[in-house]
C-alpha cells in the first residue's frame, strides 16, 4: 500500500502539516467519545477510504462500507456496496450501527437519509452522524446546508430517533484556520508543487497549531465547527413513523 493510501486509511491526530488537521484530528477524538456507542453490524455510509474504521476495531462484529461510484474520496479503493445514502439497497432491521461522517451537507433532503437509517437499523440500534454547523462551502453546486445542534435535534426527532449524546468538534478559531489554510492547498498544486510544498506545509503547522490553541483559549460551545450526535432509534407505534411520507414522496417521485 503506498504512503498515500496509508495515510487516506489511517488518519493521525498528531500530523499537524497535513492539509485539515485543524479538523480531522478533532474529528478522531469525537468518535473516540461516541465509538462506545457502537455495536454489532456497523454501516458506514459515505465510508471514502474508511479511514476510521480502525476506531471501531473491539466494538463492532463487521463494518460494511457504501458510497457513491462517483465519490472523489474514494481514490482507488471501493466500498462493499454501491448506493445512494437516500435509497439504502438494506433490508429492515439488519443493522446494528450507521455511521455517517461529513455527508449531511451534500444532501439536498437529509431528512430522507435520516429516515433511511432507521429503516435499516434493528430496534435500539445506534446512529452516529455528523452534522456540520461551520464550514467553508466547499464541491459546489452540492453543497446545501448547515445545522445547528437544535436543528439537528429536530430532524432527527422527525426521523425517529432519540438524541442520546452530542460531541462539540471544534469551534470558531478552527473556523477561521480552515479558510486561511484552503488557498494554500490551491497554491500547492501542479508543477510548481516541487517548490511549494515544504514553505506551505510550514505555513500549515503554523496556522493549525495557532489555530487550535486559540480555540482551547476562547471556546464558545455555541461557536462550533460540527456536531458528531449519537441517536438511538426510537420505537413508534405501528404506521406512525413520522418520515415514512416523506420517505415515499423522495422514492416515488409523486
Request: glycine share 8%; net charge positive.
Amino acid at each position: 500500500m503506498s504512503v498515500a493510501r496509508w495515510s487516506r486509511r489511517h488518519p493521525s491526530r498528531g500530523a499537524f502539516w497535513r492539509f485539515n488537521w485543524l479538523a480531522h484530528h478533532q474529528v478522531i477524538g469525537a468518535l473516540a467519545r461516541a465509538r462506545a456507542h457502537a455495536r454489532g453490524t456497523l454501516l458506514d455510509v459515505g465510508c471514502g477510504t474508511m479511514p476510521f474504521a480502525a476506531m471501531f476495531e473491539g466494538r463492532v462484529t463487521r463494518t460494511i462500507g457504501l458510497d457513491l461510484p462517483a465519490s472523489r474520496f474514494l481514490g482507488e479503493d471501493r466500498p462493499d456496496v454501491f448506493a445512494r445514502a437516500e435509497a439504502l439497497p438494506i433490508r429492515d432491521a439488519t443493522a446494528d450501527t450507521l455511521l455517517a461522517l461529513a455527508m449531511t451537507t451534500y444532501l439536498p433532503e437529509p431528512l430522507v437519509m435520516l429516515a433511511e437509517a432507521r429503516r435499516v437499523l434493528r430496534p435500539g440500534g445506534v446512529l452516529i452522524v455528523e452534522f456540520t454547523q461551520m464550514a467553508p462551502l466547499h464541491d459546489e453546486p452540492h453543497d446545501y446546508f448547515r445545522f445547528t445542534r437544535y436543528g439537528a435535534a429536530h430532524l432527527l426527532d422527525r426521523a425517529g430517533f432519540e438524541v442520546v449524546e452530542t460531541i462539540p468538534i471544534g469551534g470558531l478559531w478552527s473556523r477561521v484556520g480552515l479558510s486561511l489554510i484552503a488557498p494554500l492547498n490551491r497554491i500547492n498544486r501542479g508543477p510548481w508543487r516541487v517548490i511549494t510544498e515544504v514553505p506551505v506545509r510550514l505555513l500549515y503547522v503554523v496556522v493549525q497549531l495557532g489555530c487550535a490553541a486559540l480555540d482551547r483559549l476562547w471556546r464558545d460551545p455555541r461557536e462550533v465547527l460540527a456536531h458528531l450526535v449519537v441517536a438511538r432509534r426510537r420505537e413508534t407505534a405501528a404506521g406512525t413513523d413520522p418520515a415514512a411520507g416523506f420517505l415515499t414522496v423522495f422514492r416515488t417521485g409523486c
